[in-house]
């Protein structure tokens, strides 16, 4: 970053000369729900009282704020996120409104955002095989354990304090069997009859009511308690470093703290306190379209997710509107239980009397599908999975930024380098591979040298997944108009390309309409990522890694039965194991996403 914009960044006369830092990233949240105009439905509000506009949504004690009559129009959305609102309404905070991550999924998200690499460049030893893996491929694949070079390293270093609270889920060789399982198996043809749910990793999130619990209390006892408990320590650190540098003066040393928080994750789960602070009347029902009309990919990604009932006298209350809409109001619950968190962090930021030099960043590792596209949980390129939050307020103080509302795509690669610019890291104290662009000029002054973003060479962004719940690799670009997604290699499926400006909820596949675009996009993709090439390196892969396993492991066919696919395993586990073997005697290889009801086909007069 040009060294005129790091100068005038912050404001003059603070305790240190390079500010705190402190980096927020929760789970699962899709960035459209920070919009301005999320979901905007012109409805009367019903189930909060008169009072909607004013209740206390952040910690006990903190009002949210009277509302202006442009400020109306939080009125009309599900939810009224004070804390965020109020940092996105600060001339010093820039909101990135389409902000992609690298990969849609816990663990490969987290280890791309913390080494500033994509998840196809992040290279490492299998946990407990020693397999060489060329990428952070799903949850079991990561950093290695003794990698040193992640954002807290690197400050740490450079002489920030540093404290890393909640979680974290960056390294290599985490998560269950089940979950490592289901991704190693995603070209086992195993038997299915979707009539009775197909065959399914997950079972009755996206299927069932999610939990309202009855208590009152906000912030305790609930599903979320690691959270809050992380938090307590993590603000209470943030107060004891404030007080230090206050006494220091200019010798002050920054620090970075960094909170990873579990909620918004499924379990849709929340208590009366949050639920009753939705505006449930402005809450919609996405369609769900016939089974046979979905992508084959979507198609699997559907029934892989359990989001097809097991019950045929089930469907009617799954298919429902007001099942839907219910579940999708306990989300929108705990984000507003995540925005009391935002609360808490700034309160004692202000606490601990340096506000004038702490920038605050807040991010998700992932959305979540909520019932779009007849899906829940991550894993597929749609903007509700892929799309992500962005806010990055500098200190209050600061001159006004130029650009509070960037539209420009953005990636979480791009994190990395934007808080060593912002810590103002000596570029020869830098890993030598960040694969990102900074997003600092974003954040320069109105009227500064040179536009917002004018530093940037890429306008575009990339994001790909190869792990459990789907049934193909793929991969994306987002260019700001268009997204682009490839399947496999590109030969098993024609691709996808939506129009997000015409039509953001990504229902017309107009590739065949656009050729050239196709064209276009396909080579841009190509630039950052040889994806034929990758798809068959992650295809070589699973092939390997269940070989391994199934040859390390005593009574691998009964243990395999016991996983969190039990149920639809055990419909038929002889010919689910016969699958399983027929697979590992053949060469790897790509296999098509099935759309056939049942298969194999010719089992439909036997089930």
């Known amino acids: 970053m040009a060294a005129f914009l790091l100068t005038a960044l912050l404001p003059l006369g603070v305790a240190s000369s390079r500010p705190n830092i402190v980096f927020l990233i929760d789970e699962s949240t899709d960035g459209r729900t920070y919009r301005p105009d999320f979901e905007v439905q012109a ?132 998560h269950s069997l089940a979950n490592r399982l289901e991704a190693w198996t995603m070209y086992v043809r195993f038997p299915y009859n979707a009539t009775i749910g197909g065959f399914y990793d997950e079972i009755g999130m996206c299927t069932g009511n999610g939990t309202v619990a009855s208590t009152t209390v906000p912030n305790e006892g609930g599903y979320y308690s690691g959270d809050w408990k992380a938090l307590n320590s993590t603000t209470a650190w943030i107060r004891d470093r404030g007080a230090e540098q206050l006494a220091a003066g200019a010798n002050a040393t920054p620090f970075f703290a960094y909170q990873g928080m579990d909620i918004v994750h499924p379990a849709y789960f929340t208590n009366k306190y949050w639920y009753d602070r939705v505006n449930h009347s402005a809450v919609t029902a996405p369609e769900w379209k016939p089974l046979a009309s979905l992508h084959p990919c979507d198609y699997q990604a559907t029934m892989l997710k359990g989001c097809i009932p097991t019950d045929p006298d089930a469907v009617p209350w799954a298919y429902s509107t007001e099942r839907r809409r219910h579940v999708r109001s306990i989300y929108y619950a705990m984000i507003l239980e ?18 004038a030099n702490t920038i605050l960043i807040i991010t998700s590792d992932h959305g979540d599908m909520n019932m779009e596209h007849q ?63 900074s997003l600092a000029s974003f954040l320069a002054p109105k009227g500064s040298r040179g536009q917002p973003g004018s530093l940037r060479k890429r306008a575009f962004s990339v994001i790909q997944f190869h792990g459990c719940d789907i049934a193909m690799s793929w991969f994306s670009i987002v260019d700001g108009t268009y997204k682009y997604t490839v399947y496999g290699t590109g030969e098993q499926h024609p691709p996808q390309l939506f129009n997000m400006v015409v039509d953001p909820g990504e229902n017309v596949n107009i590739a065949q309409q656009e050729l050239a675009t196709v064209k276009r996009l396909d080579a841009l993709l190509k630039t950052v990522v040889d994806y034929p090439s990758v798809a068959m390196d992650v295809a070589q892969y699973n092939h390997e890694s269940l070989a391994t396993w199934v040859n390390n492991t005593k009574n691998w066919e009964a243990l395999v039965t016991t996983q969190r696919w039990q149920a639809s395993f055990d419909v038929n586990a002889n010919a689910s194991i016969a699958a399983m073997k027929a697979y590992l005697a053949t060469p790897p290889q790509i296999n098509k996403c099935r759309s056939a009801p049942v298969w194999p086909p010719s089992a439909v007069s036997r089930v």
Not at 109 to 120: C, M, V
Not at 338 to 355: K, W
Not at 377 to 406: E, N, T
């Open 338 to 355: 995540f925005d009391s968190m935002v609360g808490a962090y700034v309160e004692a930021i202000e606490d601990a009397g340096v506000t």
């Open 375 to 437: 899906q829940f949980y991550k894993m597929v390129p749609y903007d509700a999975s892929a799309r992500v939050p962005l806010i990055i307020r500098l200190p209050p103080g600061s001159p006004k930024v130029g650009s509070p509302f960037v539209t420009l795509p953005t990636s979480h690669v791009d994190l990395f380098p934007t808080i060593m610019d912002l810590a103002q890291v000596p570029a020869a104290h830098r890993p030598t591979l960040l694969q990102g662009e």
């Open 43 to 174: 409805a009367p509000l019903i189930g909060s009282g008169s009072d909607y506009c004013t209740q206390k949504q952040a910690l006990p004690g903190r009002d949210a704020p009277s509302l202006k009559p442009h400020q109306l129009l939080h009125l009309l959305q599900p939810m009224h996120l004070t804390n965020i609102r109020r940092l996105t309404s600060e001339p010093t905070t820039v909101q990135f409104d389409t902000h992609y991550v690298s990969a849609p999924v816990c663990a490969a998200s987290r280890a791309s955002i913390w080494s500033g690499r994509y998840p196809h460049q992040i290279r490492h030893q299998q946990k407990g095989t020693g397999i060489e893996v060329n990428g952070a491929w799903n949850n079991f694949e990561g950093l290695p354990p003794n990698y040193s070079d992640i954002i807290s390293d690197v400050l740490l270093r450079d002489g920030y304090d540093v404290m890393l609270s909640g979680k974290t889920d960056w390294t290599a060789g985490g």
